[in-house]
Each structure stands twice: as C-alpha cells, then as structure tokens.
C-alpha cells in the first residue's frame, strides 16, 4: 500500500470538531483564531505526508503529497520523505546546510538555484550584448528595463513619483529606476 492510500484514523479528535488549522506538519484544532470554547489540540501525523482531514465518521490521517497523489497541482504544503528531494539534484532536505528555494514542483537546494541563477545571467548578458542592449533603451519605457542585461525588472514598492535603487533579479546590477507620471485630462460637457 502507498502512501497515497493511507487513510488512519485519529481517534483523539472528535468528529464533531470542525476548525483545524495545518502549520507545518502540526494540524491544530480549535486554535485561538477560532474561538470557539473548545480545548486546542495539538497533533504531529504519524509519518511525514500526511494531514488531517474530516470525512463522516470522523478525522482521519491522509495522504497531501502531490506527487504520491500524482495529480500534477503546484506547491505541496506536505511532502513525504521519499519526494522531500532537491528537484534538480535530489539532494534530500534533511542533508541541506542553507535554506533552499521553493519551486511550483518542490524545491531546489541553495547550490542548483545558484548554479541555475548563473546561467540564466550568462545567457541574459550574452543575449544584450549580441542585441547591442545600452542604457538609452531603457528611457521612457512602459516597463522596468536592466540597464546591463535588458531584463524585465517588477515595479511591486513603486507607485509613487520619484527615483528607486533596486537590483535586477538575474543579473544583479544595482540602479536607478525614475517613476514618472504623465498629467492627462478629460473634459466633458455638463
């Protein structure tokens, strides 16, 4: 039997009890966001992918590792120990010394993302040059310009009129971006 056909009983919870809250692996019932009179109950499935989840009868341990379910869905919130692997490399998370990079599939540990993250600046800066990318492409643009690698850059904390030092994401070049706001005016009759 997989893990994706487990299906455990959790007899310490009523089946009444309907607020559960998922942090981590800890599945809480009747947490202080609630409030709801009830005794909060802390537990910790029995083996990693797995969650509790009501049915009828019941709280029941089941299995919320996309992958052991293989329905293709993007970001697993439990993963089980045997799909807790580096995406590129399949280090397991259990052997990594920095804290890795989430990724739509699982995750990639911190050494792939940088290697990945240096490839993709050398083939940016390689694709500018080759383009003959300078600085006076990026004036008055409707979009977030690189100055270096001619890289779409977000303009997520800047709404405001005025001048930004931000770092570009794939090569990491600090510059200037200037806000700018043009005036515009309808008029109509009363």
């Given amino acids: 039997m997989g893990l994706k056909d487990v299906k455990i009983f959790i007899p310490e919870i009523p089946k009444e009890w309907e607020q559960r809250t998922r942090s981590g692996h800890t ?15 802390r537990l910790e ?24 379910l293989n329905n293709n869905k993007p970001y697993s919130y439990i993963v089980c120990d045997e799909h807790n692997r580096c995406i590129t490399c399949g280090t397991h998370r259990k052997e990594l010394t ?16 940088d290697r990945e993250h240096k490839e993709i600046k050398k083939e940016a800066l390689r694709e500018a040059k080759k383009r003959e990318h300078s600085e ?9 310009i690189c100055p270096k690698c001619a890289s779409k850059c977000s303009d997520d904390d800047m709404h405001e009129q005025g001048e930004y030092e931000i770092t570009c994401c794939v090569c990491d070049l600090k510059f200037i ?14």
């Avoid at 599945?27 to 109950?41: A, C, M, Q, T």
């Avoid at 920095?98 to 993302?113: M, S, V």
């Avoid at 006076?136 to 977030?144: F, K, L, M, Q």
């Fill in 27 to 41: 599945n809480i019932w009747n947490d202080s966001f609630h409030k709801n009179g009830l005794p909060e109950v």
């Fill in 136 to 144: 006076y492409d990026c004036w008055n643009t409707s979009e977030i």
């Fill in 177 to 190: 971006v200037e806000v700018e706001y043009a005036v515009r005016y309808t008029s109509r009759l009363k």
């Fill in 98 to 113: 920095d804290i890795p990079w989430g990724r739509p599939e699982g995750f990639q540990c911190k050494p792939c993302a």
């Fill in 45 to 68: 499935p029995p083996m990693h992918g797995l969650y509790a989840e009501r049915f009828d009868d019941g709280w029941y341990w089941v299995c919320g590792c996309h992958k052991c």
